[in-house]
């Protein structure tokens, strides 16, 4: 039997040939403003196009990229997807936006908030994308993947919709999230309520209010970048009410629950980074030990890095080269079949 994982090293220099080879090869990103029925609020998501998009009637496959806590819709784009988007003949990349939702369907909404944000993606982005571009709308041409908060959105839509992606992935992601939820309402680990206040002296009192306080005041300060009426600034951004209201609430989007609920014959491919300097690359480890458990195929890269764009901007090449080819070899990479 072949070995389930296929472990990648990051041979920098030849990224770096490759891409100062390819200067020219950078497509155009376009924003796209739409009604989401899922949040009940005007979106926007970022697209970058094939070359050949404009002179062919070709359809082409679809890769999404979700964005990180306290990021947006705009992050992927700075950290070169359309300049990877152009090192490949035919792939459509789309760059959604959720605020600071973690990609759940919240059980709890706050006054006037719709927080459905699974259905935001799987639902609203996707059919928006598939209804106005010329998408492979099936599950072979499409895949998804995200950065930390959305690296656990791509595992976890991916694995709740195991039907609509052939390739899913993570890099650097924030996999124990659900899980971590569950646990503290079972009582397994102390909640942050729970744990003894330290005792301050005044001035440093003072110093921790004022530091709140200009927290609080570039939370209330709107991105224009973003530009999204009302959902602008990391206070509108962020849901109030509750994700999860129950220990089986949360189960229900815990990767390490759901890798084994999805039927082997059905799972998509699989792909996990993280950077040997991230924090995060313990919890991806420990899915990568559970795949490798129930010997189920998928791989796995680390290089050095941390949780930053430096190394973010590394992994995309990494993410759109391989997911790309999932793609074409689950299409059978026929032309002919796409039009």
């Known amino acids: 039997m072949p070995n389930p994982v296929i472990l990648r090293s990051s041979i920098l220099a030849t990224l770096l040939f490759v891409l100062a080879a390819s200067v020219g090869a950078q497509e155009e990103v376009q924003t796209i403003e739409f009604h989401s ?4 609020r005007t979106m926007k998501y970022n697209i ?11 359809r082409y496959p679809v890769l999404y990229l979700l964005h990180g806590l306290t990021s947006n819709y705009i992050a992927w784009s700075r950290m070169g997807a359309a300049f990877y988007a152009g090192l490949v003949d035919d792939l459509i990349i789309v760059m959604p936006d959720v605020g600071n939702s973690w990609y759940v369907n919240w059980d709890e909404n706050g006054e006037g908030q719709r927080n459905n944000w699974e259905d935001h993606i799987i639902v609203d982005v996707i059919g928006h994308v598939d209804a106005n571009f010329r998408t492979i709308a099936r599950r072979e041409g499409r895949a998804i993947n995200g950065l930390s908060m959305g690296g656990y959105g791509g595992l976890t ?8 992606f052939v390739s899913i992935g993570s890099t650097s992601g924030a996999l124990s999230y659900a899980r971590t939820a569950a646990r503290r309402m079972r009582g397994e680990i102390q909640s942050r309520a729970g744990r003894p206040t330290q005792q301050l002296t005044p001035e440093q009192q003072a110093a921790r209010e004022a530091s709140r ?3 609080e005041a570039s939370r209330m300060r709107p991105n224009p970048s973003i530009g999204i009426d009302g959902f602008s600034s990391q206070a509108e951004r962020s849901p109030t009410g509750q994700a999860f209201l129950t220990p089986e609430s949360a189960d229900a989007y815990d990767p390490f629950e759901l890798i084994l609920d999805v039927p082997r014959d059905e799972l998509p491919h699989i792909y996990l980074d993280s950077g040997t300097e991230d924090n995060l690359i313990s919890v991806a480890r420990e899915f990568a030990q559970v795949l490798f458990e129930h010997d189920i195929p998928f791989d796995f890269m680390q290089m050095p890095g941390g949780h930053n764009g430096a190394y973010w901007v590394q992994s995309l090449g990494h993410i759109v080269s391989i997911q790309y080819e999932v793609i074409r070899r689950a299409l059978g990479e026929r032309p002919a079949s796409r039009r």
Do not use: F, W
């Not at 029925?37 to 009940?40: K, L, R």
């Not at 839509?157 to 609509?164: E, F, I, N, W, Y």
């Open 37 to 40: 029925p899922a949040v009940e």
């Open 48 to 58: 970058v196009l094939p070359a050949s998009y404009d002179s062919s009637r070709e």
């Open 157 to 164: 839509l991916g694995l709740r919709h195991a039907d609509q």
């Open 213 to 215: 306080a200009r927290r």
